[in-house]
């Protein structure tokens, strides 16, 4: 569809989504930074369903912005970006987050990382080891060497044979997708994957997906509402109390 296509007359800033390939939503889209070891939401923002200054990963930047040390930061594929992964590592944070998964031109066939890049040289070389420049706007076009190949029906179906386009950030990418199939990765990442997924839930319990107000500015302000509200209750649930004149969590 059009990009910034206005979906509504009554709150003309709502926007289409898609949480899934199948599944549209309408309206806004809400961010959350959350602590997972205690579900406590220490950060948030509401912004318009689409556009890539609202996607999951460039909100998430924003989000990330103010914190002073070095953290495990989790989230799922939808943070998976290039440029987030970048941020995360000039940051000092180690990134915990599932990696997109990769779609073969071809079903079964070979995927991006069966193609070996190398970036020194500024070149690529395909599964039957033919070797092609990287070009400018990176992209590796192996073109008429794909003819007569026989890994062809595993790698490409173009009469004009494969094209490659390498992303800016390739390298960062495949070594986070390598680091990611470590059984370590994936303990940290399941021990607190439910708690997060539980404080997201509380946020959208009781009917509130559906929102109150008209307007991005609006919504932010009750969704900052709604998340203070929340995290006073957690707090009280973790033992709040008033002692010596300062407020502290009991000790579990």
């Known amino acids: 569809m059009a990009p910034e ?5 009554v709150d003309p800033e709502t926007r289409h989504a898609h949480k899934t390939r199948r599944r549209r939503q309408d309206g806004y889209k809400a961010h959350v930074k959350v602590e997972p070891d205690t579900g406590l939401i220490t950060g948030c923002a509401l912004t318009p369903a689409a556009g890539p200054a609202h996607s999951d990963a460039a909100v ?5 912005a103010d914190e002073p040390d070095p953290l495990q930061v989790l989230g799922d594929s939808a943070y998976g970006t290039g440029e987030l992964l970048d941020i995360l590592q000039q940051a000092g ?3 915990l987050i599932k990696p997109w998964s990769l779609r073969p031109a071809v079903d079964g066939g070979f995927t991006i990382d069966d193609f070996t890049v190398d970036e020194a040289a500024a070149t690529v070389s395909c599964p039957n080891q033919v070797t092609r420049p990287i070009t400018g706007t990176r992209t590796a076009i192996f073109g008429a060497r794909c003819r007569g190949c026989p890994l062809r029906a595993r790698c490409t179906t173009s009469a004009k044979g494969r094209t490659l386009r ?6 960062l990418q495949r070594a986070h ?42 919504n932010d ?32």
């Open 5 to 9: 296509r206005v979906i509504s007359t």
């Open 60 to 64: 998430g930047i924003e989000l990330l």
């Open 93 to 95: 944070h180690t990134a």
């Open 166 to 171: 390498l992303h800016p950030h390739d390298a």
């Open 177 to 218: 997708r390598a680091r990611a199939t470590d059984p370590q990765f994936q303990a940290v990442y399941r021990q607190h994957r439910p708690m997060v997924e539980r404080s997201i839930s509380w946020l959208v319990a009781g009917g509130n997906r559906r929102l109150r107000f008209l307007g991005t500015q609006r």
């Open 221 to 252: 302000l009750w969704l900052h509402h709604r998340v203070a509200a929340l995290n006073l209750r957690r707090l009280l649930a973790l033992g709040l109390l008033r002692s010596g004149g300062s407020w502290a969590v009991a000790p579990s």
